[in-house]
């Protein structure tokens, strides 16, 4: 079974996180850092800096799934071998079939197979049927601080449908509607 499989039967929504809520910092396959301390949300900032200072980059929380009706789902991160897909060619060639969309936590499994900087939380999926005849909303955004220095700040992650409103996720899982997204002109 894929992680894809596992995390579309998981009505929890929390399955990226280990039964003793163990979290994973990812910096490269075989370079893991853990802890088993409790994970607390106010705590996942801090998380996400530490590893920041660590690979030099803001680690991702959620990698995206499409799927689409003819019961076929493409990942940003290939289940099997880690290797990331282009949102491009793939999904947007067949933007007409897409039938839902969301974005996922990583499991330990996943994150041990991508090359890019990952963490794995007890975070919610957050996942959007797409009616027929609807555009999907579905972007990451970063935010860059200019002081002493240029440091990246929170991603957010948004998804929802052109013309309606529009979640915006934050790292620890939590979200705000934005009213009557239209997206950028």
Known sequence: MSDYDIYKND?????AAKEDRELAVHEAPQNIISTK?????????????????????????????????????IAQFDPDTG???????????????????????????LMDKISFPAIVLPIPI???EIPLGQQLVIFRRNRIH???????????????????????????????????YKGYS
């Open 11 to 15: 009505k929890t929504g929390l399955l």
């Open 37 to 73: 301390s409790p994970v607390l949300i106010g705590d996942v900032n801090d998380l996400v800096i530490e590893v920041r200072k660590k690979v030099r980059i803001r680690p991702l929380v959620y990698f995206w799934i499409v799927e689409f009706a003819d019961s076929v789902a």
């Open 83 to 109: 290797n990331e897909n282009s949102f491009g060619e793939q999904v947007i060639s067949r933007a007409h079939k897409i039938e839902a969309a969301g974005w996922y936590p990583f499991s330990q499994s």
């Open 126 to 128: 957050h996942r959007v």
């Open 146 to 180: 200019y002081g002493p220095g240029v440091a990246k700040g929170k991603s957010e992650y948004f998804l929802g449908i052109r013309g309606q409103s529009v979640k915006c996720i934050f790292e620890n899982g939590t979200y705000e509607m934005s009213i009557d």
